[in-house]
C-alpha cells in the first residue's frame, strides 16, 4: 500500500518506531520532535494500531473548520462579476467594505478571486526589470508630470486627456485636470494653480513633449525655449526633460493606476463628462494621497514661497512674441495686423522691439517696457490654410475640429443661395466687407 507523508510524518514514524522498539526514551523522542510526552504516547499508540499510517494527519484532504461558509463565498463573487470584474483585490475589497459591508482579508480575496479566474498571481506573470532610482528626500523637489491620453469615461464622452502632477518625494498627486489636447495653456493653467496652493518647486520632470522641448531638428535659431519652458525660467524653475519613459517612471506607473482606479471611481458615481469629472476631482485627489502617498526623507518643503502678483502671473503665462513696429506704426500677428495709435511715444517705436502678449482668454495686449500699447485692429489676412502639424496625441482632437470646420463650409456653401442665407453664414466677417459684397451682387439679381 503506498502512502504519502509529508517530511515531518516521516521524522515522526522513525522516531516512533525507536520508541516501540525501545531504542528511545518517549522524553527524548518528545524532545527531538517538539511535542510532548502525553503527545509521544498517543502517537505510539496508533501507530501500535494501524502501523505507519496510523500516524498521518486525518484532517488531509478535508476543509478546515474555520473556512467561511462556501454561500458568503459565492455572494461575493456574485458581486465581483456584476459589478467589480475587473477590479483587483485589494481594490475590490475596499468597495465590499464601503458598499455591501463584507469584512474579509484581502488575502482571502484574492485567493478566492485566483481560483475563480478573475485575478492572476504575480508570480505567474511577466516579470519586467527596469533599473531602480531613489526617491527625492524633499516634498516639492521634484514635481513630474504627463499627460495621459485615454478613453476615461469608457465611451460616455470623448476620448480626451488627464494631465497628472506627483511629488517624486511622496507620491502626492498635486494636481489633476482633464482637457481636450495636451496644450501649452493646459500646462500653464495647471502649473499656476500647483504654484498658488504650493509654492515654487526646484524643478518639474517632463518627457520631451513639444510643449516642454523644441524639437525641430532644424531649428538653428531663436532661443530653443518653448513657452511653457520661458514662463518657468522666469519664475526660477528649472524644466527637466526624461530621455524615456522609464525615467520617469513614477508618473508613469500612476497613470497605469489612475487608469484602473480612477476610471473605476468615475464609473461607481455616474461621471459622464470632462467638467462634472474636474469638479470631482479634488475629492478623488485627497482619497488618493491618503491611502498612497509616504513621508518623505526629510521633512523640509522645497517649495518656495510665490511672491509675483496676480497681475505678473498673467504675464508669465501667456504666449509672448517679439514683432517690429513699421513705419505705419503697424505689427502683424497671428494674419492680424494690429495699427497702433499715432502719438508722439508711439511715433519713438518705429523700428523698435515690441511684445505681444496672448492670454490663455484669447485677449491680446502690445506693451513695451512693460507699459501697455493702444491698438486697433487694421485688418486681417484671409489665406487658405497651410497644412497643419501635429502629433500623435493630438490627432484625434484636430480631426473632430476639421469636421465641425467643413459642416461649416458646407453650410456657408448652401447658404450662398439667398442673401439672407448668405448674410447668416458669413456675420462673423467683418460688417463692412459684407455690405460691400452684398451690394455688388444684388444688381445682377
Same mark, same amino acid.
Given at each position: 500500500?503506498?502512502?504519502?507523508?509529508?517530511?515531518?510524518?516521516?521524522?515522526?514514524?522513525?522516531?516512533?518506531?525507536?520508541?516501540?522498539?525501545?531504542?528511545?526514551?518517549?522524553?527524548?523522542?518528545?524532545?527531538?520532535?517538539?511535542?510532548?510526552?502525553?503527545?509521544?504516547?498517543?502517537?505510539?499508540?496508533?501507530?501500535?494500531?494501524?502501523?505507519?499510517?496510523?500516524?498521518?494527519?486525518?484532517?488531509?484532504?478535508?476543509?478546515?473548520?474555520?473556512?467561511?461558509?462556501?454561500?458568503?463565498?459565492?455572494?461575493?463573487?456574485?458581486?465581483?462579476?456584476?459589478?467589480?470584474?475587473?477590479?483587483?483585490?485589494?481594490?475590490?475589497?475596499?468597495?465590499?467594505?464601503?458598499?455591501?459591508?463584507?469584512?474579509?482579508?484581502?488575502?482571502?480575496?484574492?485567493?478566492?478571486?485566483?481560483?475563480?479566474?478573475?485575478?492572476?498571481?504575480?508570480?505567474?506573470?511577466?516579470?519586467?526589470?527596469?533599473?531602480?532610482?531613489?526617491?527625492?528626500?524633499?516634498?516639492?523637489?521634484?514635481?513630474?508630470?504627463?499627460?495621459?491620453?485615454?478613453?476615461?469615461?469608457?465611451?460616455?464622452?470623448?476620448?480626451?486627456?488627464?494631465?497628472?502632477?506627483?511629488?517624486?518625494?511622496?507620491?502626492?498627486?498635486?494636481?489633476?485636470?482633464?482637457?481636450?489636447?495636451?496644450?501649452?495653456?493646459?500646462?500653464?493653467?495647471?502649473?499656476?494653480?500647483?504654484?498658488?496652493?504650493?509654492?515654487?518647486?526646484?524643478?518639474?520632470? /517632463?518627457?520631451?513633449?513639444?510643449?516642454? &522641448? $523644441?524639437?525641430?531638428?532644424?531649428?538653428? @535659431?531663436?532661443?530653443? !525655449?518653448?513657452?511653457? +519652458?520661458?514662463?518657468?525660467?522666469?519664475?526660477?524653475?528649472?524644466?527637466?526633460?526624461?530621455?524615456?519613459?522609464?525615467?520617469?517612471?513614477?508618473?508613469?506607473?500612476?497613470?497605469?493606476?489612475?487608469?484602473?482606479?480612477?476610471?473605476?471611481?468615475?464609473?461607481?458615481?455616474?461621471?459622464?463628462?470632462?467638467?462634472?469629472?474636474?469638479?470631482?476631482?479634488?475629492?478623488?485627489?485627497?482619497?488618493?494621497?491618503?491611502?498612497?502617498?509616504?513621508?518623505?526623507?526629510?521633512?523640509?518643503?522645497?517649495?518656495?514661497?510665490?511672491?509675483?502678483?496676480?497681475?505678473?502671473?498673467?504675464?508669465?503665462?501667456?504666449?509672448?512674441?517679439?514683432?517690429?513696429?513699421?513705419? /505705419?506704426?503697424?505689427?502683424?500677428?497671428? &494674419? $492680424?495686423?494690429?495699427?497702433?495709435?499715432? @502719438?508722439?511715444?508711439? !511715433?519713438?517705436?518705429? +523700428?523698435?522691439?515690441?511684445?505681444?502678449?496672448?492670454?490663455?482668454?484669447?485677449?491680446?495686449?502690445?506693451?513695451?517696457?512693460?507699459?501697455?500699447?493702444?491698438?486697433?485692429?487694421?485688418?486681417?489676412?484671409?489665406?487658405?490654410?497651410?497644412?497643419?502639424?501635429?502629433?500623435?496625441?493630438?490627432?484625434?482632437?484636430?480631426?473632430?475640429?476639421?469636421?465641425?470646420?467643413?459642416?461649416?463650409?458646407?453650410?456657408?456653401?448652401?447658404?450662398?443661395?439667398?442673401?439672407?442665407?448668405?448674410?447668416?453664414?458669413?456675420?462673423?466677417?467683418?460688417?463692412?466687407?459684407?455690405?460691400?459684397?452684398?451690394?455688388?451682387?444684388?444688381?445682377?439679381?
Amino acid at each position: 500500500m503506498l502512502l504519502t507523508m509529508s517530511d515531518k510524518e516521516l521524522n515522526r514514524v522513525n522516531a516512533i518506531k525507536d520508541v516501540c522498539e525501545r531504542r528511545l526514551k518517549q522524553k527524548d523522542a518528545a524532545a527531538s520532535l517538539g511535542i510532548t510526552r502525553r503527545q509521544v504516547q498517543r502517537l505510539v499508540n496508533q501507530y501500535r494500531q494501524h502501523g505507519a499510517a496510523g500516524l498521518i494527519s486525518q484532517r488531509r484532504n478535508k476543509p478546515s473548520n474555520r473556512r467561511l461558509d462556501p454561500q458568503l463565498k459565492s455572494r461575493v463573487l456574485s458581486i465581483i462579476h456584476e459589478r467589480y470584474l475587473d477590479f483587483g483585490p485589494t481594490f475590490a475589497n475596499e468597495k465590499l467594505r464601503e458598499h455591501h459591508g463584507f469584512k474579509l482579508s484581502t488575502e482571502t480575496l484574492r485567493q478566492w478571486m485566483i481560483s475563480d479566474g478573475l485575478w492572476i498571481p504575480k508570480i505567474k506573470r511577466v516579470a519586467k526589470a527596469h533599473p531602480p532610482r531613489m526617491r527625492r528626500e524633499c516634498f516639492g523637489e521634484l514635481i513630474q508630470i504627463d499627460g495621459s491620453h485615454h478613453d476615461w469615461f469608457e465611451g460616455r464622452a470623448d476620448k480626451c486627456c488627464l494631465i497628472v502632477y506627483i511629488d517624486d518625494a511622496t507620491g502626492r498627486l498635486t494636481a489633476l485636470e482633464f482637457t481636450e489636447v495636451e496644450s501649452t495653456y493646459d500646462y500653464m493653467n495647471i502649473t499656476r494653480r500647483h504654484l498658488e496652493q504650493h509654492g515654487k518647486p526646484v524643478a518639474f520632470y /517632463s518627457d520631451k513633449h513639444s510643449v516642454f &522641448k $523644441v524639437n525641430h531638428p532644424e531649428a538653428f @535659431t531663436g532661443t530653443h !525655449t518653448t513657452q511653457f +519652458g520661458r514662463a518657468l525660467h522666469e519664475l526660477n524653475i528649472e524644466l527637466i526633460c526624461a530621455n524615456s519613459p522609464q525615467a520617469k517612471g513614477r508618473v508613469e506607473r500612476v497613470n497605469y493606476t489612475l487608469q484602473d482606479r480612477l476610471i473605476k471611481e468615475m464609473r461607481l458615481a455616474g461621471i459622464s463628462s470632462i467638467e462634472a469629472a474636474n469638479q470631482w476631482l479634488p475629492t478623488f485627489i485627497e482619497d488618493f494621497n491618503q491611502r498612497f502617498s509616504r513621508e518623505p526623507y526629510s521633512l523640509i518643503d522645497a517649495h518656495r514661497p510665490l511672491r509675483e502678483s496676480a497681475a505678473e502671473l498673467d504675464d508669465i503665462f501667456s504666449r509672448q512674441m517679439t514683432r517690429t513696429v513699421s513705419q /505705419s506704426l503697424t505689427l502683424q500677428y497671428e &494674419k $492680424v495686423i494690429y495699427l497702433l495709435e499715432n @502719438t508722439p511715444e508711439t !511715433t519713438r517705436l518705429i +523700428g523698435k522691439k515690441v511684445m505681444v502678449y496672448n492670454y490663455p482668454d484669447g485677449t491680446i495686449d502690445i506693451k513695451h517696457c512693460g507699459k501697455s500699447l493702444k491698438v486697433t485692429v487694421h485688418d486681417k489676412l484671409r489665406t487658405v490654410n497651410e497644412a497643419v502639424i501635429v502629433n500623435s496625441k493630438q490627432l484625434d482632437t484636430t480631426l473632430k475640429r476639421a469636421k465641425i470646420s467643413q459642416e461649416k463650409r458646407e453650410l456657408e456653401k448652401e447658404g450662398n443661395k439667398s442673401d439672407k442665407d448668405f448674410h447668416l453664414s458669413t456675420q462673423n466677417f467683418d460688417f463692412k466687407v459684407t455690405r460691400r459684397f452684398t451690394e455688388q451682387i444684388k444688381p445682377d439679381r
